[in-house]
């Protein structure tokens, strides 16, 4: 009996090891598929994973032929895997800039609220705790608004509200006055999953800003894979990945038509092991700020909502032309599934002006 449990054991840790290393793997190459990088997404159980596997290799396995095959098996994952994870987490090391002596600064706070987060006074508190100059807010539905709002204005009386579809309910928040920007910022149609704010800071003072806020979608969606939808299975398989390639898209041309200072802020939905969180901030000319900045998922649910450890970066902060940040980091746990993403950033004396729809 001792044997057949023994050879389950071995046999499950095969299974693992090989789903596991052939996963790293597939997520390695994703830069020739869309759906390839949305394993990267999973580089925390990639390279755990086979690390794990690596680990326990030596006493699960005493046949020498079955030892190198799980060896190799481990091993091939764990440096696929590596090569996507760790230079991530050396740029986390990097020192930041200093702000010039002359530059005036501030300190934004990018939240995701969560929909089903009841507690808009700890959420107030959190933000004057924080002293923010700035508040970017997504997820910020009719029922949060109608308690926060009174809350947010009494210290940031300046704001701009989106309220959308399903991604596409946002605002933004600021002690000091600023433009909306865009012909069309945000949507008031529901069936329009996505928006973006504009704010345009300081236009009088010569040394103007703009804070773009938005929210994206997941990067994989199942539905075009099961309802039925025109085309073959190859089709339906890239359907799958193409509404996150479109609102790249759409974000990347509406970020190239603004000049001067700026920062985008806002949940993603994507890591920053994937190539499509790169080839946005490429295409955008942005520079991401956020680096092992892990936001999600702090609730979990479980038969209940449980508390749960932040494993994956999923907010970022990207900047550009003059928008000096420095400092990045998350702020507490204020009842949504997300932590806040607390920007210190600085506008450069010698910044292009801010120009733009």
Known sequence: MTSVFVGLFRFAFFVAAASLGFGAVFALFGFVSPLLD??????????????????????????????????????????????????????????????????????????????????????????????????????????????LHPLLIETHPHFAICAGGKRANLAVYARMPFE?????????????????????????????????????????????????APGGFLERLDGMTARQRGEFAHLAAGLQTLSGPLLLAGDLNATPWSYALRRLARDSRMVRETRNLPT??????????????????????????????TDVRTGPASGSDHLPVIVDFAVSAEAVPASGA
């Open 38 to 147: 949305a394993l990267n997404h999973l580089q925390p159980l990639w390279f755990f994973g086979t690390l794990l596997c690596l680990l326990l290799t030596g006493a699960a396995f005493r046949n020498q032929r079955s030892r190198a095959l799980m060896l190799a098996l481990s091993a091939t994952g764990f440096l696929s895997s590596g090569i996507i994870v760790m230079p991530e987490v050396m740029s986390g090391f990097l020192d930041r800039p200093d702000a010039p002596p002359d530059a005036p600064a501030y300190r934004l706070v990018s939240f995701n609220l969560f929909g089903l987060n009841e507690d808009m006074h700890g959420v107030a508190e959190m933000i004057r705790a924080e002293n923010a100059d700035i508040v970017a807010l997504n997820e910020y539905f009719p029922e949060q608004r109608g308690t």
């Open 296 to 325: 999600f998922p702090l609730l979990w649910h479980f038969d209940t909502w449980r508390a749960v450890p932040a494993i994956l970066p999923l907010d970022h902060v990207m900047s550009r032309d003059g928008a000096i940040v």
């Open 180 to 228: 909306s920007l865009g012909g069309e910022p945000c949507s008031w149609d529901a069936d329009r999953r996505t928006g973006f704010l504009v704010a345009r800071f300081g236009a009088d003072t010569g040394q103007s800003f703009t804070i773009v806020a938005t929210q994206l979608d997941w990067p994989v969606q199942i539905s075009p894979l099961l309802d039925g």
